[in-house]
Each structure stands twice: as structure tokens, then as C-alpha cells.
């Protein structure tokens, strides 16, 4: 029996690391700390749905054939593509999306991750306005208001609030929550909504007019604020911009709700003006509720590796960037690829009808630990070990600090960078031999 | 066994005196020897300019600048330096490139590779992202690297020096350098950091750091001391406070004077004050702005106890990237610019802001003249290091162009020519006429950053020496640099050969091969009781305040592929 | 004169891109150098020759060189990109990216044109006779500047984020345009006949006039007055005072 501290939960971007595992016979017996979501993913794994061997669609149906057949026939299909898109990669370590960028690359493959459905519009704001941030220690110790706008951490973030945020304390807030004013703004009352001391409901859709209300309130101009923004009175938006500003310290930490609500990346662009324009008065920053354990990490490899953190377009043979053309979902809905190959992320669960119909379509190489949707849709498939469980390896945390993950458990599966490894041979040899 | 033989090298290697003479150079197993064997391979550098691999001393190029690429698509098809900037297709050899200021970690090895360089100093690693930075590195292809680790705003710190508890205060900072694998000691804007967790700033040597009692000076003398406590190769590496405001020459000279009895555990600068352009600003405001270089080149001729490096700035687009965050605050709202900033829980402040240095707006001239007018006003060139805080005041890709202006008193003429007249008049460049040589270019771009950084293989060409090597296409004996400014420049902006660890890595300003290179990190040890004192604390740091536990805080071995250890033992 | 027409020789789905396809590229140049010249198609290249079929009448300078599209190019990216003069016309839907970073010269498009039609052009002219996409006479990702000089007509609706850090120029849009038009305005002029929302948001410079309906303003604007334009009186707001804007912003 081998008991693991510190081990790491490779579930959600809150990348818990003090979790404690129990292992006997090469099976994790006992898990401590981890919230709900992430003891299912160390003990509930070999419990549901793991592709046991490569696969070939052959007539119709996935069969089982040798590593080296699956190699073979994902080869053949990279190396005939005109333009493949390279999708997912964000369950799984830096080390295996080194590897796909190089793999994308050599290939001439489109390159993208799941902040396409999810966080994406996140990094276009920073592009536009940068991204006034700080590790989550920082607000732990210091935020005496914290804000959460569009994420509902209760249920997405189970322990973020306990280790991190209102529930946590830290040196400039030793009493915790007592210590720190809690708002929340969102469409709905949801479960994070009713531990809040404010609740602000928003219409749906209208983040973007609400944001501009509070910034003109913060900058002095509250003449310009009509009597209603958003469907919140002007007294109400008052409130609550004075509450920024007399804060000492202020964190928005921000959501699908305000990344994917109508507006899309212009709401996180327009909070980052906020934060800048809070600093004039007080401490204020912003930390964005990442959901894939590394998505962040994706978003930082491929910014060091090609200048791009997702949708980089590699068909030119230089790196080519422009969300709205070279997205997953962007390619897609047009049909402008002629092949897949998704990896660590599950396309066939979270992409609209149109994206899912036409992967129906164009050859697909899937690599995941686990059958899902994606498989139904896949004709080669690639059986992976679990990272962060069956494999190490780095991941980020939704506040951009990197750690190491553990390899807690045995396993007869390849690893996603031993497989992306093989394929950038298996091409090579095969454009070599032509 | 690799064995090369350099014939006809016009060696230029201050560190062996050597000032440009005709020999020849042997290279067996990646280091200098006396001889190699008739079967090495031959080189004939035709009289050609052959100085040891160029070495960085100062330069963000790991961790921090992930945050400048991230906000900065725009950059990436920058490509006003071709060659040398820009997208590039992959070839066999080499990975796809992009950018200018904030390129990709591949072009940063190659374009500095081409440039001759060797070696590179990561100026800035905040110990929690340390893993970010040495995952970097690793991704470099190429170079050798450092990296100084930030101690700025660190809480441990602050209470030992309040505390005062020198031992422990040593014995923390060992344990960093060990935990962030860093090489040396980095303080920003000291106790700024902290002050900016609550949106404020220090405003001096003077201006304690709210909520822990110590002052900026405070912090500066007690890591100094426990750098020599530590033994270490470097000195404290310091970024003053005040840094980018108008009138902070005095805090400079200020903060200069403060350490002038520090005690030196080893032959070397007692401290090294970092890209002084940004902190050589009299006036007391933009409107009365001018140059404080001769003041503060005035105060350096007269000390002997310190090194310092220019951070010059060059005309055009940058990325601006430091600890100092609220200075990329300010700077953000100046020039209504992008904004990025990162606190670092317990221990520091940052933040990225991009700027254009233009020649027509006054004050980017007169700061395009500071750097240089350090450069020439200090006499003693072995107390100069060549750089421009790269992506700071400019990429690294425009050092050649930098080279020139510190060369040629006509390329400098021609352009302050073109200068506001305004500008002309706070600055003292035009009355300089001074133009360095090769030599004093040797010393400023690798020879100090070798006694420095205490490395005594790096930066120059004498046996046991790295075979780090760069052979630029100008032949000394018949080149006026202070005329020929076009060529120089040329021919610093591609090498006829670079060489690392004795494998032709560029040959004709092209890529040749890409090997991987080392991580040089120093392990200082203390006694033991004094560690486990000092744990004592730290643990309750980690269990009340940081967000990560500590197993998980230092970084592994996984991360250094190829590490170089350095021991020192606490004095 | 010169003409030069171009029809698809087969739809293609993954995309070509044409940004070598502009008066400046084939003024003086024969049918076979036409054909000749290369274009993206997916991660390798192809001649025009074998995905189009040209047809070149005349020699001429570029000013007096016009190339016509026979038909749909929906799946051609870039065609005029960095054009300086002369003519294009597109009789049918155009890809993304047409007629970007032009100095001079006109497009018109006779169908509707993907996004970014327009993205950074500094002269020159684009009418687009259906509808356009999002982003149109916008920039690159990051940029500050995106449409600096010239004029873009677009006689159908546009879809969100028209004229997005405009530093110049002019964007007329007969129909209606989707969300955020006009945003970060640091200096063109759009006008928009049809219906819109959130309108001019942190606009620096310059004017945007909506003849339509505006569904939500932007709550960061200074009401002073009317102005007249064009002979009618709208009411004139002043902003975004959150960047403080001296940007005027009309509406009904």
C-alpha cells in the first residue's frame, strides 16, 4: 500500500494539489480532500468507459487492431490531408501539447484547443486591453470584495471558494469570509449566488451595457447612466461601483456566463478596462474561472512555442492567428477541412449539430483515455493513459502557476505524448517514402 | 572526441588581454585547448573578427515574456529587422518563428544565436512561476541559460530584515535559489511590489513598505549581506526605485552609495544596478525632463565597488516587462496602452506594457540618448555591461544597430540631426565624441559578464574556456567601425560562425544546428540548524498563506534537462 | 485596357487563398503567366491555371487593369489584398479578407462578402452589393488601427463589430448592422441607415450616425443637443467618456 501527499487533481482549473491518495495493488483506494468531481476522476475511472484498444472503423464499425495498424492508418490520413484540424488538448500535460504543436506544425494543421467553446474570447480581450491578473494566493490573503461574475464555482469550482476565495483566509483576511463582501452577478440565482451578500441579476445578454454603466459610475460620469442598464436600476449600479472603489482590494473572477453571453470577448475587454480604471482608486484585478485542468497550460505552451495561445492556423507554414476563421468551430461550420484529429477533449459533447455532422464526414483520429461522443464520429482511435493519474507531467492553473503532476498509478496505455510522438514519425516516414 | 581547428581568427578577448591578434584557436570536446589533432576539422576564419560567444547578462526572455506574446498577436508578424524577426516557415533544421519584440521561444534561440550569442540571463523569476520559466528554457533551443531570482517584495524576507535575523534571512534565499533552480539575486523596486497589493508604490530608499515596517534601504543592505553571507557568484542585481520617473537619478546614485561598504565575499562588483537609462532621469517632471547620465556616470567614475548595465532604447516599437508593477500601471495609463499585470502571492508584483520609442516625441530622444551617454561617460568600460533590458528599450535584435551608435560618433550625428530640437537640448550626447572599439564592445557584450556572474568559462577564448565562439564577417586590421557603421552592423547582425560548445550552430548567418544548452543554477548551503530555524517559519507561510503546498512549490529535476550545478557554502 | 476574368473550374471546399490575385500582380501579364501565378490552396500551393479558368483580354497598366470573377468564389480568401489600383469585380459571394490592406483602386462584389472585408485598407474603394460579414473594415487581432483611409459601401446588412478600431475612412452601411458597431472609433465616419445596438462604445474620435433604430445606447454617452446631418436633425451625443471620447455619435 502506498500512500501519495500532495498528489495534484487533475480535474478542474482549480488544480488542487494537497489531495491524498491511497493506492493498493495498483488501484486507488482512498482519496482525501478532493471535492466530488475530482474524486470521481481518481477512483471512479476504471469504473466507466475506457477505449481498452486502438481502433480502426472498418465497414462502419470500430474494430480493434494492433498500436502500429492504428499508427499506420492516423499517418496515412495526416499525411493526405490537405488541412487537418489539430482539436482539444487540454486534459492532458505541456508536455503532450509540445508535442501536437509540432505535430501541427510538420503537418500544416489548424491547432486549437477547447478555449474555443469556452475561454477563448478570454484571450482576444487580452489581446485587446491586457490582463490585469494575480495568483490566487493574492486574493486569498488580501481581496475584501470579491466578485463572480457569470461562474458558479459552487458546482464548477467545488473547492475554489474554501482554498482560494471567500471561504479561505489569508494574512490581510484572517477572519475570512467576515473579512471579505461577496457579490455576484449573473442571469440567475445560482447556487454561489445565494451565499453572496449581493446579488446582482442581470438580462440575459446585456454584460457588456451593465460593465459600461459601472465604469462610468467609477470614473465620475454618472450623470451619462440612464435610470435602468441591464434591467439593474441606476442605484444599483451606483452601489455597486462604490463598493469596487472602496474596496482595498478587489477581484472579479469571471465566467462562461460573461465569455460566451452575447457580447463575447468585448465583456471581458471591457471588465479589463474596468480593472484598470479601479486601480485609480484601489486594488483591483481579474482572474478568469478556467474549467479543463489545463487549459491554461495549452494557452501558454502555444504562446511560447508559436506567439498564439489557440485557433493558430499552420496551413502557410508559418503561424497564422485569427479567431472567427481559424477556430475549431469557425473551420467546422464552413467545411473548411478535410480531416480531424482530436485529442484529451471531447468535440463530439460540446460542439454545435453543425461541427458534430460535418466530423461525421472527413476522417477523424481520436486520442482519449475514455469513450465519449467523439468516438462515435472517430475512425482511428487511440486509447491514452490518464495524465495526472496514470501519467506526470505540468499543468497550469486558471491563474497561470504551473505544477508538477504526479504519476500515481501503473498503466498498460501510452501516453498522449508517447502516441503524438509516434504520429510525427509515422508522418515523417510516410512523406519521407513519397 | 570532436576536435575543430580555427586558423587565421582576429581574436578580440579582453579577458586574455588579447586585443585583436591574428591566431589560431583549437576546440576539443566543446571546450578551448592548447592543440588538436591533424584530424580536426579546419576553419579558416580568414582574418576575420573572432570574439568569444556573446552572453546576455541581462534579458527577459523566459516566463514574463509569455504575457507580452499572449497580448500581443500584433507583434508576431512585426518584421522590421528581416532575418532577424517576422514569421519564418520551419526548415529541416529549424521550428517555425514569429514575432519581433515577444517572438517565439525558437526564434529567440536562433536569431540569438546569429547575432553570436551563447548565453543568456533570464532577469526575472518570480519563485512561485519559476517552473514557467525553466519550462521556457527548456524550449529554447540553443543557448545556455540563467536566470535571477526575484526577491523584491518577498514576506519572508521582509520579516527577517524586521525581525533582524540575518542567518535565517541567508538561509531563506539559499533555499529559493535552490527551489526556483535560479543563479542569483534580482530586486525590483525593492518593497514596491508589496506596496502595489494595495494599488501604492514606495516613493524612496526611505518610504517603508506598508504593513511590514522595513524600508527599501533596509531591504537592499540585507540581501546584499546575505549575498556575501551566501558566497555567491553574482552580485545582488538591483532595478533602483523610481524607476521611468523624472528626477530618480538621485535615487539611483542614492541607492548606489547606500552599498559602497558592502563586503564582498569574492572578487567581483558588490553590486550590479540594472538598465540605468530607465533610472538617469533629472528634471522634475516631462515638461522640464532631462538627462541625469552625467551625474550619475560622474558618481560611477568615482566608485569602485559596483557594476552596471545600460538598458539602452532604441527607436521603435517594445514591449515593456518588469517586477515594477506599479510602474506598468502608469505607464499603461500615460500612453493609454494595454495593461497586464500578475502579483505573485507573498513575493512580488509585475506587469507588461507595450511602448514605441519614436524620434519625433521628446522624451523617447532624450531616453534614446541616456543609454548611450552612460556607455561613453563612464571611463572604465569593465564596469559597463552592453544592454537594452531586451524587450525593454528595444529587442535584442537591435543590438547591432545599438553597436554602431556606441561606435560611431557620425552614425550618432547623423540621427540627433533628425532629433526635436527640443530634445537635442536636454541631452548630452552631441557634445560626446567618444566611439568604443572592438575591444571595449568584447568587453561590454561578454568579458564583464563573465567576472560578474563569476564564470569563468563563459565570455571569453583562453584554454578551458567553453568553445562558445562567434567569428563576425569584418576583419579589424582593416575596418574604420567609426566610418563604416553600415558593415559593422551587418556583420554583427549574422555571424559567419557561431559556435556552442564546439558544434557549428550558424554558419553564413543561417541556422545550422540546434542543440540543446545547459541551465546554470546555484545550490548555496547553510548550516543545517540554521535551515531548520528558518523552515520552521517558512512552513507556517505555507499552511496559512500560499495557495500551493510546498511539496509542490520547488521545481524538479524534470525541468533541467542539462544542469549545471554551482555550490557555494554560507561564510 | 486590360480585363482579366476568372471562374472556378470545380467548388472548392477547403479554402484557396488568393491574396496574389490583384490588378497590381496581373497588369501586363499574359493568359499563361496569369496562369502561372500561385496561390494558397490548403498546406500546399496551386497555380491559378488549375483551379481557374482565366481569360485575359488586352495589356494595360494596373490602373487600367480589371479582373472580374465569373460567378460564387465563397471559398477564396483574400482576393485584392494590398491592392493599389485598378479595378476587381465579383459577380457573386466572396471569402473573407477581400480587398484588405488596399492602398487604392475598387472592388465591388455583386454578392455577399465574408468578414474582415476591408480589415486594414488605407485607400481605395469597396462596394459590396448584397451583405457584409463581421469585422468588416476592421484590424488584426491586437492591432490599434484597423480601416485607416478609404471607403467601404456595404448595400446590404453587416453582421457585429463594424468599422472595429476604425482610424479613418468612411463605412456607409445601407441596411442594418449587428452588435458594436463603431466600437473603439478612433477617427472614421460610419453611417448606418438601418437598425443597430450598442453602438460607437469607447470611441475616441470621430463620428457614427444611426438613421435606424439603436436598440440599447451605450450608457457612457454625454447627450448635447441636436445636430443636423445631411439636411436632417438627429440628437447628438458626445463619448464614450469612459476613454474620454470626443467622438459624436447621431441618432434619431
Known amino acids: 500500500m502506498a500512500v501519495i501527499t500532495d498528489a495534484i487533481c487533475s480535474l478542474c482549473g482549480s488544480l488542487c494539489d494537497d489531495i491524498t491518495v491511497t493506492v493498493e495493488d495498483n488501484k486507488i483506494t482512498s482519496v482525501e480532500r478532493a471535492c466530488i468531481l475530482g474524486r470521481n476522476k481518481f477512483v471512479g475511472m476504471f469504473l466507466h468507459d475506457r477505449i481498452e484498444s486502438p481502433m480502426i472503423r472498418k465497414n462502419g464499425e470500430l474494430v480493434d487492431v494492433s498500436y502500429e495498424e492504428a499508427i499506420e492508418e492516423a499517418g496515412k490520413i495526416l499525411a493526405n490531408s490537405k488541412r487537418t484540424l489539430s482539436y482539444g488538448w487540454c486534459s492532458t500535460s505541456c508536455e503532450a501539447i509540445s508535442k501536437a504543436i509540432q505535430l501541427a506544425e510538420e503537418t500544416k494543421s489548424l491547432f486549437d484547443s477547447t478555449a474555443n467553446v469556452c475561454h477563448g474570447p478570454s484571450a482576444l480581450a487580452v489581446q485587446e486591453k491586457g490582463g490585469p491578473a494575480a495568483t490566487l494566493g493574492v486574493v486569498k490573503n488580501r481581496a475584501d470584495l470579491m466578485v463572480f461574475w457569470g461562474c458558479n464555482p459552487a458546482h464548477a469550482h467545488p473547492r475554489h471558494m474554501s482554498r482560494y476565495s471567500p471561504f479561505s483566509t489569508g494574512s490581510f483576511r484572517q477572519k475570512g469570509r467576515k473579512d471579505t463582501k461577496m457579490v455576484v452577478i449573473d442571469v440567475r440565482k445560482t447556487d454561489t449566488a445565494k451565499l453572496a451578500d449581493k446579488y446582482v441579476q442581470l438580462e440575459p445578454g446585456t454584460d457588456y451595457l451593465y460593465l459600461s454603466a459601472i465604469r462610468s459610475a467609477v470614473n465620475g460620469h454618472e450623470d451619462v447612466i440612464p435610470d435602468k442598464v441591464a434591467g439593474v436600476p441606476k442605484e444599483d449600479i451606483i452601489e455597486v461601483a462604490n463598493m469596487l472603489k472602496d474596496a482595498k482590494f478587489s477581484c472579479i473572477f469571471y465566467g462562461m456566463g460573461v465569455t460566451q453571453s452575447r457580447s463575447k470577448y468585448k465583456n471581458g475587454d471591457m471588465v479589463s478596462s474596468l480593472i484598470s480604471d479601479l486601480n485609480q482608486h484601489s486594488k483591483s484585478v481579474m482572474i478568469g474561472m478556467r474549467g479543463h485542468y489545463n487549459v491554461t497550460g495549452f494557452g501558454q505552451v502555444a504562446t511560447w512555442e508559436t506567439g498564439f495561445p489557440m485557433a493558430i492556423d499552420f496551413t502557410r507554414g508559418t503561424a497564422y492567428y485569427n479567431p472567427g476563421e481559424t477556430g475549431a468551430n469557425d473551420v467546422l461550420t464552413r467545411g473548411d477541412v478535410d480531416a480531424a484529429i482530436i485529442a484529451a477533449a471531447d468535440a463530439g459533447a460540446h460542439f454545435p449539430q453543425d461541427s458534430i455532422k460535418y466530423l461525421a464526414k472527413i476522417p477523424v483520429i481520436q486520442i482519449d483515455p475514455y469513450a465519449n461522443p467523439t468516438t462515435e464520429v472517430a475512425d482511428v482511435v487511440f486509447p491514452a493513459a490518464v495524465v495526472g493519474v496514470e501519467a506526470e507531467g505540468t499543468a497550469y492553473r486558471m491563474d497561470g502557476i504551473s505544477l508538477r503532476m504526479k504519476k500515481l498509478i501503473d498503466t498498460k496505455f501510452k501516453t498522449d505524448e508517447e502516441i503524438t510522438s509516434d504520429l510525427i514519425q509515422k508522418v515523417r516516414e510516410i512523406k519521407r517514402g513519397a | ?571 | 485596357m486590360q480585363i482579366v476574368t476568372l471562374s472556378l473550374k470545380e467548388q472548392n471546399i477547403v479554402p484557396i487563398e488568393a491574396d496574389t490575385i490583384t490588378p497590381d500582380n496581373f497588369a501586363g501579364k499574359s493568359t499563361d503567366e496569369i496562369e502561372a501565378i500561385l496561390v494558397y490552396y490548403g498546406n500546399s500551393q496551386a497555380s491559378i491555371g488549375e483551379l481557374f479558368n482565366v481569360s485575359v483580354d488586352g495589356s494595360d497598366s494596373v490602373e487600367n487593369t480589371k479582373i472580374i470573377f465569373d460567378g460564387n468564389v465563397p471559398r477564396v480568401k483574400r482576393i485584392g489584398q494590398g491592392m493599389s489600383a485598378g479595378e476587381i469585380e465579383i459577380n457573386g459571394n466572396v471569402d473573407m479578407h477581400c480587398g484588405s490592406n488596399m492602398t487604392g483602386g475598387k472592388i465591388t462584389i455583386n454578392g455577399n462578402a465574408d468578414s474582415w472585408v476591408g480589415c486594414e485598407m488605407k485607400g481605395g474603394e469597396i462596394v459590396v452589393n448584397g451583405n457584409g460579414g463581421y469585422y468588416v473594415g476592421g484590424g488584426y487581432r491586437g492591432e490599434a488601427c484597423g480601416m485607416a483611409g478609404g471607403k467601404i459601401t456595404i448595400n446590404g446588412n453587416v453582421r457585429d463589430f463594424l468599422g472595429e478600431h476604425l482610424c479613418g475612412g468612411e463605412i456607409i452601411v445601407n441596411g442594418d448592422a449587428g452588435l458594436l458597431p463603431g466600437i473603439s472609433n478612433s477617427g472614421g465616419t460610419i453611417i448606418i441607415e438601418g437598425n443597430t445596438t450598442m453602438v460607437a462604445s469607447e470611441m475616441k474620435a470621430g463620428t457614427v450616425v444611426v438613421k435606424g433604430n439603436v436598440a440599447e445606447m451605450m450608457p457612457a454617452f454625454r447627450e448635447e443637443g441636436t445636430e443636423e446631418f445631411h439636411g436632417v436633425t438627429f440628437r447628438k451625443f458626445t463619448g464614450d467618456v469612459n476613454v474620454g471620447g470626443k467622438g459624436v455619435l447621431l441618432v434619431k
Open chain 2, 1 to 571: 572526441m570532436s576536435e575543430l581547428l580555427i586558423k587565421n581568427a582576429v581574436v578580440c578577448d579582453p579577458l586574455n588581454n588579447i586585443n585583436c591578434e591574428k591566431m589560431d584557436l583549437s576546440v576539443k570536446d566543446g571546450k578551448i585547448v592548447e592543440s588538436v589533432s591533424s584530424a580536426a576539422k579546419l576553419i579558416d576564419a580568414g582574418g576575420k573578427l573572432t570574439m568569444a560567444g556573446g552572453f546576455d547578462g541581462h534579458t527577459h526572455c523566459a516566463g514574463k515574456i509569455n504575457v507580452g506574446r499572449f497580448m500581443s498577436p500584433h507583434d508576431m508578424r512585426m518584421n522590421p529587422i528581416p532575418g532577424l524577426s517576422g514569421k519564418v516557415a520551419p526548415t529541416a533544421t529549424t521550428r517555425a518563428q514569429v514575432g519581433y519584440n515577444t517572438p517565439n521561444t525558437f526564434a529567440i534561440g536562433y536569431r540569438y544565436s546569429k547575432l553570436g550569442y551563447t548565453t543568456i540571463t533570464e532577469a526575472a523569476i518570480p519563485i512561485l512561476a519559476a517552473r514557467h520559466t525553466h519550462e521556457e528554457f527548456e524550449s529554447i533551443p540553443i543557448l545556455d541559460k540563467l536566470g535571477l531570482t526575484l526577491f523584491s517584495s518577498n514576506w519572508q524576507v521582509m520579516e527577517y530584515i524586521r525581525d533582524n535575523e540575518p542567518d535565517k534571512l541567508a538561509a531563506y534565499v539559499a533555499w529559493a535559489l535552490r527551489s526556483s533552480r535560479g543563479y542569483g539575486i534580482k530586486i525590483v523596486n525593492p518593497g514596491g511590489g508589496e506596496a502595489w497589493g494595495w494599488a501604492k508604490n514606495v516613493s524612496g530608499l526611505d518610504d517603508p513598505v506598508p504593513n511590514f515596517d522595513v524600508t527599501p534601504a533596509q531591504i537592499l543592505l540585507a540581501l546584499a549581506e546575505a549575498n556575501e553571507k551566501l558566497n555567491l557568484p553574482h552580485s545582488i542585481h538591483i532595478h533602483c526605485n523610481n524607476l521611468g520617473k523624472p528626477g530618480n537619478y538621485e535615487t539611483t546614485i542614492a541607492s548606489m552609495k547606500l552599498l559602497e561598504n558592502v563586503k564582498t565575499s569574492r572578487d567581483r562588483q558588490a553590486v550590479h544596478v540594472t538598465h540605468v537609462q530607465f533610472n538617469a532621469y533629472a528634471g522634475t517632471g516631462w515638461r522640464d525632463f532631462e538627462t541625469g547620465a552625467p551625474m550619475v556616470a560622474d558618481y560611477i567614475n568615482g566608485a569602485n565597488h559596483l557594476t552596471f548595465d545600460l538598458g539602452m532604447a532604441m527607436f521603435g516599437p517594445a514591449m515593456t516587462m518588469t517586477a515594477d508593477g506599479p510602474l506598468e500601471y502608469a505607464n499603461s495609463r500615460l500612453l493609454h496602452a494595454k495593461w497586464s499585470n500578475q502579483d505573485v502571492e507573498l513575493e512580488e508584483a509585475s506587469g507588461v506594457v507595450p511602448v514605441t520609442y519614436s524620434s519625433k516625441n521628446f522624451v523617447n530622444a532624450v531616453q534614446w540618448a541616456i543609454g548611450q551617454e552612460l556607455a561613453l561617460l563612464v571611463k572604465d568600460p569593465w564596469k559597463v555591461m552592453f544592454t537594452t533590458d531586451s524587450p525593454n528599450g528595444g529587442t535584442f535584435v537591435n543590438y547591432p544597430e545599438a553597436y554602431t551608435l556606441l561606435m560611431s560618433a557620425k552614425k550618432r550625428a547623423e540621427i540627433i540631426e533628425g532629433l526635436p530640437e527640443l530634445a537635442i537640448g536636454r541631452m548630452a550626447l552631441p557634445g560626446i565624441d567618444r566611439e568604443l572599439d572592438l575591444y571595449e564592445l568584447a568587453i561590454m557584450t561578454r568579458a564583464i559578464q563573465s567576472k560578474m556572474y563569476g564564470m569563468a568559462t563563459k565570455g571569453n577564448l583562453g584554454v578551458g574556456a567553453d568553445a562558445d565562439i562567434a567569428i563576425y564577417d569584418i576583419n579589424p586590421d582593416s575596418i574604420d567601425t567609426s566610418v563604416e557603421h553600415e558593415a559593422v552592423k551587418k556583420a554583427f547582425s549574422g555571424t559567419a560562425y557561431t559556435i556552442k560548445s564546439g558544434e557549428i550552430i550558424v554558419k553564413d548567418g543561417e541556422i545550422a544546428a540546434t542543440p540543446e544548452g545547459k541551465t546554470y543554477w546555484v545550490n548555496a548551503t547553510v548550516p543545517k540548524a540554521t535551515e531548520d530555524a528558518m523552515m520552521v517559519n517558512l512552513v507556517q507561510k505555507f499552511k496559512r498563506y500560499y495557495s500551493v503546498n510546498m511539496a509542490n512549490y520547488m521545481v524538479e529535476d524534470a525541468y533541467l534537462p542539462h544542469p549545471v550545478e554551482i555550490k557555494t557554502e554560507a561564510i
